[in-house]
RNA sequence: GGUGGCGUAGCCAAGCGGUUAGGCAACGGUUUGCAAAACCGUCAUACGGUGGUUCGAAUCCACUCGCCACCUCCA
């Protein structure tokens, strides 16, 4: 049996490279995380769930993985922004009703991104791993960190301070400037587009630190006045000389929070950096330049020997860049009134989409919300190398993927029954050894090739095929669960709350024999599983009676009120919607 | 204008030189009082177009048509 290797396609060398951490058995990654002031939409999550699935595939591995997701709350919120707050505009609008202090709104929507991002289980957020503010850097805490950054590029000539106050960092020291995004760079007409700063030397510099009034979040490097204590101590200890005095109190570039994190919570070198594809340039391009600059790192190497490459120290060894989501074939905009943000699928009518709601419930999910799991499945559901079409037709289709999936686990759990050993003494068959060996490997092969997600769910789903298929022993369906179950690892899309079981022949009988409930429905009382068995009951005695009218019309109630209701063999499974 | 990518049966989506991808939808059948689920079968001798290379091409080459993204804050 040969065990696959993981490949990543690195966008630094445009190749599909062997993938090898530069410590053996851990691997750092960093991942460029939400911007905090609104809430955050598909697209930034399917970013999110292709460094999720990843970060999975790497543990599947064997590897241990120090994963940092930071949070951008350095918002470029301005006292305009404030007075401009009418319209539709979110961030405006969020601001008006949080009042005007900008920390607060990037609290209020951090929130909403950590309850997003839980209920689509980005793994980060599960467990112990929520509330470790390492891996969670925010930007508003490392402003010590990027300046004491700046003041080492200052310190070996990368950067310059204009009369402003202002800091850039100067591009024509970096001759590598552009090979990440490969865009040649002195090509481009610069400023065709955006105003060309006169205090810039070369256009193509970019701020490490801006000046501007208007803007609401404010540091002075110069005194404590403003900032958290803890925060003015540790730039003191991080910048010893003091921060060139030239620099007038303002706030960072865009560019360098980046690089101060994942220096500051994974040290130097990092193995993998992920972002959406618009972050190669200028972000990551920047990103590179100064963490060359102020740690004298090689960049890593154009296209040679991916040994020659991996053995050297860099920012970052591997890029990896998630395309983006389209909806309706179009880039998803707000003009384009294409926009979804995770929650507007997951409840639209609490996030104000009426329309929305309509919509779905049309398309068959009930109240018009959609699951967070048939999200997460819709979004890693085809490769993150290849740009994605996003669309209620695309959701329909993981919602019924999902619950095949759900539907067999299901099965070999109520094969297994409550309260067996899983370490049965009675053995599974060869063919189901067999089974589960190969469509484990088919599903490691395919997302060891570059995530290729597609490929590992068509494994799961013969897998399935085959499970079905087959007539299941107790132990087979443990065996059977133990693949589900590793499969679920990386796909996380399994509900493992007990919504559904098998009433029983004789547990119906039994229920018969005892008075049973009125024919309400319709009350609004909450349904347990007691009331579940009456109503079964009920309907057994209509069944018997041939009373087949009443029979379902019970059903038809119990299926309104959220609770499916299927004859099988062995009795009556019911289930929760 | 510069750069990158994509066009595969009704829809989504693998494959990247030679044996069934897979899912969804639809339709037929088994099962069921009826459903649901599950299973079996059909749609499927599909690869934007035109040339070329090859014993053999969805896969390589050339040209061509269409779509998308990045070059600006953006996942």
Redesign the pocket.
């Known amino acids: 049996m040969t065990v696959s290797v993981l490949k990543l396609k690195n966008s630094y060398t445009?190749q599909l490279e062997v993938f090898e951490p530069l410590q053996a058995g851990r691997v750092t990654m960093y991942s460029?995380?939400?911007?905090v002031y609104s809430f955050?939409?598909?697209?930034?999550f399917?970013?999110?769930l292709f460094a999720d699935v990843l970060r999975r595939v790497l543990e599947r591995n064997g590897y241990e993985v120090r994963h940092v997701m930071n949070i951008?709350d350095v918002g470029?919120m301005t006292e305009d922004h404030l007075a401009d707050a009418s319209g539709e505009d979110k961030l405006a609008k969020a601001a008006r009703e949080l009042g005007s202090d900008p920390f607060k709104v990037a609290q209020h929507f951090e929130r909403a991104f950590v309850e997003d991002a839980k209920a689509l289980r980005l793994k980060i957020y599960r467990g112990g791993e929520t509330d470790d503010p390492e891996l969670h850097p925010r930007a508003t805490g490392h402003i010590p960190e990027m300046l004491a950054m700046i003041q080492k590029l200052l310190e070996r000539g990368y950067a310059y301070v204009v009369p402003t106050g202002e800091v850039y960092f100067s591009v024509a020291k970096f001759p590598e400037y552009g090979q990440l995004?490969?865009?040649?760079?002195e090509?481009?007409?610069?400023g065709?587009?955006?105003g060309v700063r006169e205090e810039k030397k070369d256009p193509r510099d970019?701020a490490l630190w801006k000046v501007d009034a208007k803007h609401l979040m404010q540091w002075d490097p110069h005194s404590d006045k403003g900032w958290d204590k803890a925060d003015y101590g540790r730039y003191r200890e991080l910048a010893p000389e003091g921060v060139d005095k030239t620099i007038k109190p303002g706030f960072p570039g865009?560019h360098i929070e980046c690089s101060a994190m994942s220096r500051a919570h994974l040290g130097s070198t990092i193995d993998i950096h992920t972002?959406?594809?618009?972050?190669?340039?200028?972000?990551h391009e920047c990103e590179i330049a100064q963490s060359y600059g102020a740690f004298g790192f090689t960049v890593p190497g154009p296209h040679g020997a991916p040994d020659e490459h991996h053995a050297r120290k860099t920012f970052s060894r591997y890029w990896l860049?998630?395309?983006?989501?389209?909806v309706d074939?179009?880039?998803?905009?707000k003009r384009e009134g294409n926009f979804y943000t995770a929650r507007d699928l997951m409840d639209p009518v609490a996030a104000g989409r009426k329309d929305l709601a309509a919509k779905l419930e049309a398309a068959g999910f009930k109240g018009g919300r959609v699951d967070p799991l048939t999200l997460r499945y819709a979004l890693i559901?085809?490769?993150y190398?290849?740009?994605?079409?996003f669309?209620v037709?695309?959701l329909?289709?993981a919602k019924?993927?999902v619950?095949?999936i759900q539907?067999?686990y299901e099965?070999l759990r109520e094969i297994i029954g409550p309260g067996t050993d899983l370490d049965i003494a009675e053995t599974a068959s060869d063919k189901m050894i067999e089974l589960v060996d190969k469509y484990e490997r088919e599903f490691d092969d395919?997302l060891n090739?570059n995530l290729?997600t597609?490929?590992a769910?068509?494994a799961?789903?013969?897998a399935?095929?085959e499970?079905?298929?087959m007539t299941l022993g107790k132990a087979e369906a443990v065996e059977a669960m133990r693949l589900m179950d590793s499969f679920d690892e990386v796909l996380d899309v399994i509900d493992r709350r007990e919504r559904s079981g098998i009433l029983t022949k004789t547990e119906i009988e039994q229920r018969l024999a005892l008075p049973l409930p009125e024919f309400d429905l319709l009350a609004n009382a909450e349904l347990d599983s007691a009331a579940v068995a009456g109503f079964v009951a009920l309907?057994q005695a209509a069944?018997k009676a041939k009373d087949?009218?009443r029979?379902?019309a019970i059903?038809d109630g119990l299926k309104h009120r959220g609770v499916?209701?299927?004859?099988?063999p062995q009795g009556v499974?019911w289930k929760l919607e």
């Open positions: 445009r460029c995380g939400p911007t955050a939409h598909i697209g930034n399917r970013s999110f951008t470029h995004s490969g865009k040649n760079i090509e481009n007409e610069a065709a587009r955006v970019f865009w972002g959406g594809e618009d972050n190669m340039f200028p972000h860049h998630g395309r983006f989501l389209l074939n179009k880039k998803m905009a559901s085809n490769q190398t290849q740009q994605m079409n669309g037709d695309l329909v289709q019924a993927s619950e095949r539907r067999c099965r395919a090739d290729n597609p490929n769910l068509a799961v789903f013969k399935i095929n499970i079905n298929a309907r069944r087949f009218k029979g379902d059903r499916m209701i299927e004859d099988v499974r």
